[in-house]
């Protein structure tokens, strides 16, 4: 079972979108450098259907997107419970996940937005031109199979053909 420790309205987590970031805890991939190293532990408030169902009604008319901050102990649950959001609401959905690749599997249908890759201090956030990290846009034209569109460069200050 997912579980979450906070939430916030944030601005900068997904380019365009203003976003309810859940973070989850129980993440598994100890990336050294890491902002939120207190999510590694087992903690917070069970996130299931009835407690996502609490967060839209209460913020649901405020934000564009909701994002799961985390949740690499169970990506089909994230999955899950976006699908869930989806169903639910006019919401956006997105994942931040510490992984690289995508898990096999991964239901990408469930989200608009992926962010992969873990951390890595020398190659900076989402914001360095360096980073190894990347944040897509999922882009369904039809197709069964969606296109992911990489957006990372939307994060810099600075971005190419601004």
Not at 70 to 87: K, T
Not at 91 to 105: D, E, H, I, N, V
């Amino acid at each position: 079972m997912l579980k979450y420790v906070s939430y916030d309205i944030v601005f900068q987590e997904v380019p365009g979108e203003v976003t309810l970031a859940l973070n989850l805890s129980g993440c598994p991939n100890r990336c050294q450098g890491c902002h939120s190293p207190h999510l590694r532990e087992d903690a917070g408030r069970p996130l299931d259907r009835a407690e996502i169902d609490l967060l839209v009604e209460r913020y649901g008319r405020q934000v564009t997107c909701l994002c799961f901050m985390g949740g690499d102990g169970d990506p089909a649950e994230v999955a899950r419970l976006a699908r869930h959001v989806r169903r639910i609401s006019r919401l956006k959905t997105a994942w931040y996940s510490g992984r690289m690749p995508l898990p096999a599997g991964f239901d990408t249908a469930a989200m608009d937005y992926i962010k992969l890759g873990p951390y890595i201090p020398s190659r900076g956030g989402l914001d360095s031109p360096q980073t190894n990290q990347r944040m897509y846009r999922i882009v369904r034209d039809g197709n069964d199979t969606p296109a992911f569109e990489d957006i990372t460069a939307r994060f810099r200050r600075n971005p190419p053909g601004a």
